[in-house]
């Protein structure tokens, strides 16, 4: 059965029906455009729902409202090719500077249970598990070994069952063995 992309660490998600109001900041949408200066930002649940001049956006009744006088609000930003080398600290300075989600394309998902257990908040991780590769492995610590159809699936289904939300094959890997890294990847979805 498919499943949607998930990150390893899921957060509590918002009230559907929770609206907030970002009100007076700059906004940087991150299209490309002009900066907007004076912007709304209406968030509903998880979505943002509108944004704008503040002249052209109307602030919902009840919504609880933020004011971004002086600041600047742009989309979270993503590191799509993190790595923990062992600093737990790392994910929360991240978030602290804006990033919201990281991707880490070939590190053991445990490697990040220390900066999962401290209280401060992190980003998104969307993790892969170690590379999978050939013998002799090119990065033996960040590595896992398959030689075989039948242990690439084995290997695609732990990491997956593991909160892995995508897999990375290492380039020397067999055209083969990376077909059935993808194909049972696509079935796990």
């Known amino acids: ?24 900041a700059t906004l940087i949408d991150g299209r490309g455009g002009p900066a907007i200066p004076d912007a709304v930002v209406i968030i509903r649940g ?24 002086g600041l600047t609000v742009l989309p979270g930003l993503i590191d799509a090719h993190f790595h923990i080398d062992g600093d737990d600290s790392l994910p929360a300075l991240y978030l602290t500077h804006g990033i919201t989600s ?12 220390a900066a999962r257990k ?5 980003p998104r991780l969307f993790l892969c ?7 002799p492995p090119a990065y033996p610590a960040d590595s896992f070994i398959v030689r075989d159809a ?11 069952d593991a909160g892995a939300s995508a897999i990375k094959v290492y380039y020397r ?15 796990r979805g």
Do not use: C, M
């Open 1 to 24: 059965a498919k499943t949607a992309v998930r990150e390893v660490n899921q957060l509590e998600r918002p009230d559907a029906n929770h609206v907030i109001a970002i009100v007076g």
């Open 118 to 122: 401290l209280s401060a908040p992190l």
């Open 102 to 113: 990281l991707r880490d394309p070939g590190q053991w998902i445990e490697a990040y249970d």
């Open 46 to 69: 998880e979505q943002i729902a509108a944004v704008g001049k503040r002249a052209s956006i109307s602030v919902p009744a009840g919504a609880e409202v933020f004011d971004g006088q």
């Open 150 to 160: 039948e242990e690439t699936r084995l290997a695609v289904n732990r990491f997956v």
């Open 129 to 135: 598990g170690p590379h999978l590769d050939t013998p």
């Open 173 to 187: 890997l067999p055209l083969a063995l990376i077909r059935v890294a993808i194909e049972t990847a696509h079935a």
